[in-house]
T-cell receptor, first 113, second 113 residues
Framework: DTAVSQTPKYLVTQMGNDKSIKCEQN?????MYWYKQDSKKFLKIMFS???????INETVPNRFSPKSPDKAHLNLHINSLELGDSAVYFC????????????FGNGTRLTVT | QQQVKQSPQSLIVQKGGISIINCAYE??????FPWYQQFPGKGPALLIA?????SEKKEGRFTISFNKSAKQFSLHIMDSQPGDSATYFC????????????FGGGTRLMVKP
């Protein structure tokens, strides 16, 4: 069973559309994240979320919003998509303890045309 | 601003050789330094990590060297194998602040047979 799963794996859409990426983890972790990986492979934190606190990277446009229906899910909603949003988006989760590693999903490749 | 700088961007090593990837950080509050390995089409996965209270950590063929005064740390892969070909990311975080990782720009390693 995949520990952190994302759907869809590929998403192609036009500028101006609104889309969502789903993420589920079956590790029982309390904290989940969204990362964006650009074409140069640079990984940038977008959000950190647990059941108590949402931490937003201040550089993320407010067109991006995380939604967590429960502890095992953290979905990413993107409004009014732009060409520059094209990237691979990774969901991750982390267990308790200071040295707990991040467990990443396999990514969603978003292409905005 | 890029708080963690990684070099080189790409590296080609012969099988059996030593691969060395370097990272430098700016924020002296960072207290956790992991390395992640990413294969094509997959999410990054934790390889090895170090805390600043030790200068070196070794796990199998992988060694992290840490220089607190220079604010630098490096990954050494001994006896490099074609299966090690991947993108490697150094990262840093503050454990008491949500442990949100700041990643370096990545190094694409190719090990030639």
């Amino acid at each position: 069973d995949t520990a952190v799963s994302q759907t869809p794996k590929y998403l192609v859409t036009q500028m101006g559309n609104d889309k969502s990426i789903k993420c589920e983890q079956n590790l029982g972790h309390d904290t989940m994240y969204w990362y964006k990986q650009d074409s140069k492979k640079f990984l940038k934190i977008m959000f950190s979320y647990n059941n108590k606190e949402l931490i937003i990277n201040e550089t993320v446009p407010n067109r991006f919003s995380p939604k967590s229906p429960d502890k095992a899910h953290l979905n990413l909603h993107i409004n009014s998509l732009e060409l520059g949003d094209s990237a691979v988006y990774f969901c991750a989760s982390r267990g308790p303890g200071p040295n707990s590693p991040l467990h990443f999903g396999n990514g969603t490749r978003l292409t905005v045309t | 601003q890029q708080q963690v700088k990684q070099s080189p961007q790409s590296l080609i090593v012969q099988k059996g050789g030593i691969s060395i990837i370097n990272c430098a950080y700016e924020n002296t509050a960072f207290d956790y330094f992991p390395w992640y390995q990413q294969f094509p089409g997959k999410g990054p996965a934790l390889l090895i990590a170090i805390r600043p209270d030790v200068s070196e950590k070794k796990e199998g063929r992988f060694t992290i060297s840490f220089n607190k005064s220079a604010k630098q740390f490096s990954l050494h892969i001994m006896d490099s194998q074609p299966g090690d070909s991947a993108t490697y990311f150094c990262a840093a975080s503050i454990l008491g602040a949500g442990n949100m990782l700041t990643f370096g720009g990545g190094t694409r390693l190719m090990v030639k047979p």
